[in-house]
């Protein structure tokens, strides 16, 4: 039985320059990435769907999905900026269509329900397992969408602001919206974010928090494919505009859709700055510490008996 997860990194490198965000924090120089594969073949995901660039297609295959061959099936999607209608192409235009778009682009490979995960964050083996175990759940269904939320306490980076996605959930655990909040920090102790007059205002660091970990039926595609079409017709022209998951997840909401809210415990992290590798690096030496992770992950024999 087939289990997919679509990892969005077309954002990795683009047609100006080589992969970025391929900072080793592992002792054999894994990468964030290479633990998120490895969670997710360890909770049973075995087909993987990389959304990347054609421009940096090589060089991906070469430094990063070869690794994983032989373990788990590798399938490619690839998300242009000049992949919308001609009247919208600007050779001007560098940043891609969203994260909504990332998805849409992989209709073609999938077949089945599937996860999906930005390829930089750490997301931590709990909430792969949860992802995997929902995925069962509603397989022969239509229109059964859902979200792994964490709480904004396991969210934050140890240095500088991060944007985060602050979620709605009622007491029926499904969601009623999601709203990007920018710059989000620890001030005095507390989470917080500069309002739109300048000044800090308080979240509450158990606030529901969406980082881009979803699970979808595959009719999703039709909806996303509707969305996107009439986002382009509205905001094709705008050079910085995108759609992002969040905010068709917002659409399908409002339209009445139920999408349930699945919290996980694990706390993320990622490379927000410079600043942040070193303690990356010490989180990471603390789980091989612990047994969770092997000292090195790439092989087929740590991934099958580990």
Known sequence: MTTTLVVLAAKMGNKYGGLKQLEGIGPNGETILDYSIYDAVKAGFNKVIFVISKYFEQ??????????????????????????????????????????????????????????????????????????????????TRGNYFMISFRLANTLAETGGVTRGICEVNEAGELNSIVDRVGVERVGGDPMYLNEYNKWEKLDENSFISMNMWGFTPDVFTSLSQSFDAFIAKSGTDMKAHLSLPQFINEMIQKGLKIKAINTPAKWMGLVSPDD??????????????GIYPNKIFGITNLLNN
């Open 59 to 140: 060089e991906f295959k070469e430094k990063v999905s070869s690794k994983y061959d032989g373990i788990i099936d590798i399938r490619y999607a690839f998300q242009e900026i000049e992949s919308v209608p001609e009247e919208f192409r600007n050779s001007k235009r560098t940043v891609l269509w969203g994260s909504a778009h990332a998805v849409l682009v992989a209709k073609d490979v999938v077949n089945e329900p599937f996860g999906v995960i930005n390829a930089t964050n750490f997301y931590q083996r709990e909430s792969f397992e949860l992802l995997y175990n929902q995925l069962q759940n509603i397989r022969n």
């Open 277 to 290: 590798r070193i303690q990356v690096i010490l989180r990471i030496n603390d789980l091989i510490r612990k």
